[in-house]
């Protein structure tokens, strides 16, 4: 009996650590009324949300038989769906290659190729370091869409591939509604290729379309909103590109949230030093928009908002001085 206790407490392999992240409330940053409760998906074992995603998306084509067991596989990324397929695929065993702008971290590089892939870092179009753009991020697709014709390796396409949000909604949104007791007045998140925000959103409303979910764009660069792209360099990393993503999903979307960087840094350095969390800045954009969201007044004075601490801090350069 003792050692089938252990046993159970023994995880096989990276991939059992992936979901089932915890819930934290930011009581510290917001006291009442009304709650903020974020769920950590830096502890993921690739320090992102995406792993979830990653995890879903190779293991459907294993089962398809579109990915072969040995197989090569290449995606593009802006570094965290990178992190996360790199940890997939170091388990598994497929060689993993991935393109990146070279105007997101570093750091992420260093992550990924730590864990076995291949990173090939793309010049930027019109964005500078820490700013990346829609082109940018088209060059990155490029290139890496020239080597999946080169090498003949399985493409995981996130930005039109339905496993990613398939994965949030078999996931993450089952999740938060177990984690917080079916307790859930609105949920708010960034959008990258929508995958979380969809998947999440549509399981929630499921459960309660009186749930309103709440899209998080960086300002000046908001399309889901219906506004020109006036500014679209920010420095929110793997969101806001100036376009609506295939992946997203109209229906399950109520209002968005405009966030700055100034707001979204000050967010994120708060989330450390008043909860012990550091964290990325796509995560105190999330933070910036539920505090927003409780003080417009648009929803009941002891809601509970249910938002996503997306991912680590380690994965940046340091803050800008200049905007903390």
């Keep these: 009996m003792a050692n089938n206790l252990v046993e159970n407490e023994i995880k096989a392999s990276a991939l059992e650590?992936?979901?089932?992240?915890?819930?934290?409330?930011?009581?510290?940053?917001?006291?009442?009324?009304?709650?903020?409760?974020?769920k950590c998906e830096f502890m993921n074992p690739g320090a992102s949300i995406k792993c979830r995603s990653s995890l879903h998306m190779i293991e459907q084509a294993r089962e398809r038989g579109d990915?072969?067991?040995?197989?090569?596989v290449l995606e593009v990324t802006s570094g965290n769906q990178g992190c996360g397929l790199a940890v997939v695929c170091a388990v598994l065993g497929h060689p993993l290659t991935l393109t990146m702008s070279k105007g997101n971290s570093a750091q992420r590089a260093i992550h990924m190729e730590a864990l076995g892939a291949k990173c090939v870092r793309v010049p930027q179009v019109e964005g500078s370091y820490g700013n990346v753009t829609l082109a940018d991020v088209k060059a990155a697709e490029a290139e890496g869409l020239r080597l999946v014709n080169e090498t003949g390796a399985y493409y995981v396409n996130q930005f039109n591939n339905e496993m990613n949000a398939e994965a949030h909604y078999h996931s993450t949104g089952p999740e938060i509604w177990r984690q917080t007791g079916q307790h859930v007045d609105a949920f708010v998140a960034t959008v990258g290729t929508a995958g979380t925000f969809t998947g999440t959103s549509k399981y929630l409303k499921e459960k309660n379309p009186n749930i309103k979910c709440y899209v998080v764009e960086?300002?000046?660069s908001q399309p889901i909103k219906g506004c020109p792209i006036t500014k679209p360099l920010h420095l929110l990393q793997g969101s806001g590109y100036g376009c609506i993503p295939n992946l997203f999903k109209f229906e399950y979307m109520d209002e968005t949230i405009s966030v700055s960087d100034k707001e979204a840094t000050h967010f994120m350095k708060l989330i450390g030093e008043k909860e012990g969390l550091y964290v990325g800045y796509t995560s105190g954009?999330?933070?910036?928009?539920?505090?927003?969201?409780?003080?417009?007044?648009?929803?009941?004075?002891d809601a509970w908002i249910v938002t996503v601490l997306n991912d680590s801090g380690l994965k940046y350069t340091p803050v800008p001085a200049e905007l903390t």
């Design 67 to 72: 990915l072969k067991p040995g197989e090569p």
């Design 218 to 220: 960086p300002e000046g």
């Design 285 to 301: 954009a999330n933070v910036a928009a539920a505090v927003k969201l409780l003080e417009s007044g648009k929803l009941s004075k």
């Design 17 to 38: 650590l992936i979901g089932n992240t915890p819930i934290v409330a930011l009581d510290r940053i917001w006291p009442g009324p009304g709650r903020i409760l974020a």
